[in-house]
């Protein structure tokens, strides 16, 4: 259960407000990504980082941007968003080329609420 | 792209029924199958998982099953307990891996 952590748990903040989710992984893995989980989409992935580099921007809107300082963490900055973006954000990790590639390790996610 | 269709969206089963639920792809190139269990509150977590190279894998009371020709996979709860109720991801992997969106499992005792 500790092997992906995120903070914080939970944040409110306003439209104008710019804040930013945390994401660790103590796993040794390569690949991390952000997900959005609401009601509408019950898995969105929005990036995927491997190895620091991002592969993968699956159309995310620019008021959400994303950074890998390294394998072990990332961030998703957050400005100006709107209360449509109010979710749950899960990162996950995995290990491309193991025994069980691609299987993703998820953290308990960040309670997203925009006012 | 890869895109996963997954079915029913809800499932509501008496305890020790069975239960099943089932995903397509599209992607002929997917090669790796895992499910994930979601209980409420709480992180998804890989519960099974299955490679194109095998037909079916049990563990204890779930197991899946593949038919790469029908391009479907569905995973088969036997014995339903309370707490197998949760929503139950399945994911295709074609170099990365597409979500269904979910299927709401309830257990009634």
């Known amino acids: 259960e500790t092997g992906v952590t995120q903070t914080p748990r939970h944040l409110v903040m306003g439209m104008t407000n710019k804040k930013s989710l945390k994401c660790e992984q103590h796993?040794?893995?390569?690949?991390m990504y952000w997900y959005k989980q609401s009601a509408k989409k019950p898995l969105e992935l929005m990036f995927v980082?491997?190895?620091?580099?991002?592969?993968e921007n699956n159309s995310v809107p620019s008021r959400f941007s994303p950074e890998c300082p390294n394998s072990s963490h990332l961030f998703l900055h957050l400005h100006t968003l709107q209360p449509e973006d109010s979710a749950l954000y899960l990162c996950?990790?995995?290990?491309?080329?193991?025994?069980?590639?691609?299987?993703?390790?998820f953290g308990p996610g960040t309670r997203l609420t925009v006012l | 792209g890869e895109n996963v269709e997954q079915h029913p969206s809800t499932l509501s089963v008496q305890e020790g029924d069975s239960a099943v639920i089932k995903c397509t792809y599209s992607d002929s190139a997917s090669n790796y199958f895992p499910w994930y269990k979601q209980e409420l509150g709480k992180r998804p977590q890989l519960i099974i998982d299955i490679r194109s190279n095998v037909g079916e894998k049990k563990d204890q009371r779930i197991a899946v099953t593949l038919n790469k020709t029908a391009k479907h996979f569905s995973l088969h709860i036997t014995e339903t307990q309370p707490e197998d109720s949760a929503v139950y991801f399945c994911?295709?992997?074609?170099?990365?891996?597409?979500f269904g969106d979910g299927t709401t499992l309830t257990v009634k005792p």
């Open positions: 796993l040794g893995h390569n690949a």
């Open positions: 994911a295709a992997r074609a170099g990365k891996s597409t």
């Open positions: 980082y491997n190895f620091k580099e991002q592969t």
């Open positions: 996950a990790s995995s290990q491309p080329g193991g025994s069980r590639t691609d299987t993703q390790y």
